[in-house]
């Protein structure tokens, strides 16, 4: 049986939409990832942050955001990739930790600032989301197989009915996009289109939105 999404008790959860991401500027372009491919998830989110506005649905964005000195990094940043820590990714306070200019939160928005992947691990999100008696979440942002995949399995786990948008996720390598795309529809959650979900949600935008 195939979960089905509900406009009620939904959520929108925007991932790590950031400079150091999304910009030729930024941290990831600096350690020669693809940036452009992970900036191909904007158009995407952008419309589902629009579809989200005129269903009355709450969103959710988050920042993958470190301290200067990396203390907080752990063996990720320390050992596993410390290329990272050399371009000073995402660090608290700088222009690439900052949400990517065409990301536009307004101030009814919950903003959760995170140094893993999930989106869930230390941080308030999970209250956030429980206290406004949600059930459902759709997932965007970047990058698929890292904080996208991590979120949508912690979000499943947690019994939120999850959705993730192919066409608002972004990947620097296209393998293991649609690797985490299939991992993630075998059972934790729905993959749909964005065009499916404002169709869910009741909304209808213009081609500009």
Known sequence: MTIQLQKENCALIVVDMQNGFLDAKGSMAQSGFDWEKLAAASPGVQRLVAGARKADV???????VYEPDFRDGGVQ????MPGLK???LCVSGTWDAELHPDMKPEDTDIIIE????SSFYSTRLESYL???????????GVTTNICVETTVRDASQRDFRTFVVRDAVGE??????????KAMEYLFARVMNVNDVLDEWGVELSNAA
């Open 130 to 140: 429980r206290s406004q008696d949600i059930e459902n979440v759709v997932v965007c």
């Open 172 to 181: 620097v390598d296209d393998f293991r996009g649609q690797t985490a795309l």
């Open 58 to 64: 709450p969103v959710f964005w988050t920042q993958y």
């Open 77 to 80: 940043i320390e050992e596993i």
């Open 86 to 88: 050399e371009v000073n």
């Open 114 to 117: 995170k140094n893993r992947p």
